[in-house]
């Protein structure tokens, strides 16, 4: 069992990271930062999962979100989706395992996945509406947010939603605020499984490898990490009884990657776009001095007159 | 000369210069309306589009509002240039002569204009212009519905929004480019401004660019009047 994590001093403490530690910022440049924090993950550790809700209610909470009443939709899913207030849901799966003819509870906590290359904030427009920090946290800055939704179209696993109420895009922190202060994610603090670990991600990697090995000497051959690389890893990982087959965890994506169609509208598109409309302004200055203007001559207003009068000369005759 | 490229309010006035009538106080009004539609959304639309280009959302008072009202505006030219679609659409048909014109473009950008076929009321450039705006505002508006997310988001999956939103910005630079074309045709070709002005062209101008249309004008008006006279002879 990874060690959960202490209680710590309620003592006002200097914050361990900051806008000095941003190594991306949506839509603009930041500097180098002068270090580099230690990497964070959270492991979700799927075959520990009893689907108690626990870490639903924990982040709505310490987020102070409240959830309208749903209605029961037939299943577990409460509410059925992610939603601006939700930023994590169980996701809950009924799968007969073909090979043991066996019914399986497969129990997902969906939920940002802290990208090491975020599609989001690739996506995004807003100067510093979406930050990253070199301790892996992908955050969304609300102040600078516009609502336009481009960060629901670059996130591979559709995860951002959009608030009707201030119309700006919500998902999870992985509890910046907490980490910042020494805390752990509000989910992982209430899990009563500790199916939620927190740590560094080194430490996470090596946890999962423990419970993979377990898995695995209980028959579960294809358990496994997932830290899918097609996105430069992760900052939330599950440990997957089935790793062989994410798509069964209420499709968790196989090889998740930033769309290439989002890849082309924001990267050659970009710069193809501004190049064609100055190349043709560049064209027209050139024409215009190249070949004058195009003026109506006396004479063409002559023969104008002698068109019109030839009209007067056959109405009078 | 068919009649189709004669327009309703189109007149050939005598004086000096000769003073033919274009457009009609209506299609210049809906023309300056449709037009500063495309400028406020190619200003909106470029602030989202590249970074360097975000401090144009300061024109609507910031990025909320540019989001917000970059759709309604589109919603305004869509109606807009409908009403300039049904006026202009049977003069922009495509001619024989047009097919000579493009042929030719090399003596079109160089103004040798005595080189080429005489015109109607439109060249072969402005239709194009015509009939590529026509194409590229259906294609952004049906693909701006599908990334308009404040009231649509749940009519598309994120797949759909995906390709609508590269559909929209790539259709938007070319409608972006081809109002570039537009505008400086309109600088380049003098004494065209005052058509969509004034609404009036001079008798040179006409008899330069669109001498077709001109002489249509002038054999109609003939027509007319000789009509006109007969019963009082």
Known sequence: MYPPFPNVSVQPSALRFGPEDLVRRSASEVPAPARQLTEVAKLIDVSKCIGCKACQVACLQWNDKREEIGENHGVYDNPPDLTPETFTLMRFTEWVNPESDNLEWLIRKDGCMHCADPGCLKACPAPGAIVQYSNGIVDFVHENCIGCAYCVKGCPFNIPRISQVDHKAYKCTLCSDRVAVGQGPACAKACPTQAIAFGPKEDMKKHAAERIEDLKSRGFANAGLYDPPGVGGTHVMYVLHHADKPEIYANLPKDPKISAVVQLWKGVTKYAGLTAMAAIVGAGFLHSIVSGPNRVSPEDEKNAKRLAEDDTEKRTS | ?233
């Open chain 2, 1 to 233: 000369m068919k009649k189709s490229d004669v327009e309703p309010g189109d007149d050939v006035h005598d004086g000096d210069p000769v003073k033919v009538d274009r457009y009609t106080a209506g299609a210049r009004t809906n023309h300056w309306i449709t037009a500063a539609s495309l400028v406020l959304l190619a200003l909106s639309g470029l602030a989202l589009f590249h970074p360097k280009l975000f401090f144009l959302t300061a024109l609507f008072g910031g990025g909320q509002n540019t989001r917000a009202f970059h759709p309604w505006i589109g919603v305004v030219l869509f109606f807009t240039f409908t009403g300039m679609f049904l006026r202009f659409w049977r003069a922009n048909l495509w001619k024989a002569e047009d097919g000579t014109w493009m042929a030719r473009l090399r003596d079109v950008l160089a103004g040798h204009e005595e080189r080429l076929p005489e015109l109607g009321k439109y060249n072969a450039g402005q239709k194009m212009v015509f009939w590529l705006m026509s194409i590229l505002i259906i294609v952004l508006i049906v693909s701006g519905f599908g990334i308009w997310d404040q009231y649509f988001a749940r009519f598309t999956t994120v797949e759909m929004k995906r390709a609508a939103v590269l559909i929209h910005a790539l259709a938007a630079i070319v409608i972006i480019c081809v109002w570039l074309v537009h505008v400086y045709a309109a600088i380049w070709v003098r004494g065209t401004f005052s058509a969509m002005i004034r609404g009036s062209v001079t008798g040179g101008w006409a008899w330069r660019h669109h001498r077709k249309w001109l002489r249509a004008l002038v054999a109609g008006k003939r027509a007319g009047k000789d009509k006109g006279a007969k019963p009082a002879e």
